[in-house]
């Protein structure tokens, strides 16, 4: 726990809640929700619509017209709710961001190597199809291109979430047999990765033929079978 997450606990826990942007009330109601001395109150109902208005917030005006006050007002808390939380914009971003791109993959481990990757990028695809994600992904690389804090948080989001699935899925197949051993991760990996994020995200086409992701597939693993 932070201090200044210590020190907002002795803050009415209404200003957790939807009492607007300009706080907790003062009305006798207010006073008898108190929270007790000391004590952090961060409610998770409340971090979670932080965390969907951050989305909404970046889908609607991009990164950089996006602010503490707005996301606040989206999700219907004060702004000290947020500022609990996080020390910034920065970080608020960077955090909500970071946590979807580690946690939004599957890891498949259906037996076959072409079956796995073909769950992959069957995911892969349609949550980059997804309007949020078609609007923020393009606008946080373009800020990325300006602020190191970003461009460092997005390649550690890309490296923690799709390298540690893709490495999973080469594994497997190592041990299955249908990879030799001693292979060039680091090939393997652009091999695995590169080549959708290039289409959807670098030539934003998203809308991909229906024969796309089977010939993807099938010349991915035929490539990663090569090394």
Known sequence: MTDAEAAAGAAPAAAEGADGPGGAGSGPATRRRRAPAGAAVLREDVTEAIRAAVLEELAAVGYARTSIEGVARRAGVGKTAVYRRWRGKLHLVLDVVSALAV???????????????????EFTSRALRHPVASQIIPDLQAEAARNPEIDEALRKA???GQESV??????????????????????????????????????????????????????????????
């Open 103 to 121: 946690e939004g993959l599957p890891a498949p481990d259906t037996g076959s190597l072409e079956t796995d990757l073909r769950l992959l990028y």
């Open 158 to 160: 890309v490296r923690s």
């Open 166 to 227: 893709a490495l999973r899925i080469v594994a497997a197949a190592v041990e299955r047999g249908e990879l030799r051993r001693g292979l060039d991760e680091d090939i393997a990996l652009d091999l695995v990765t590169g080549p959708l994020y290039w289409r959807t995200v670098i030539l934003r086409q998203p809308r991909l033929p229906k024969t796309h992701l089977p010939t993807l597939t099938r010349a991915t693993a035929a490539a990663l079978k090569s090394l």
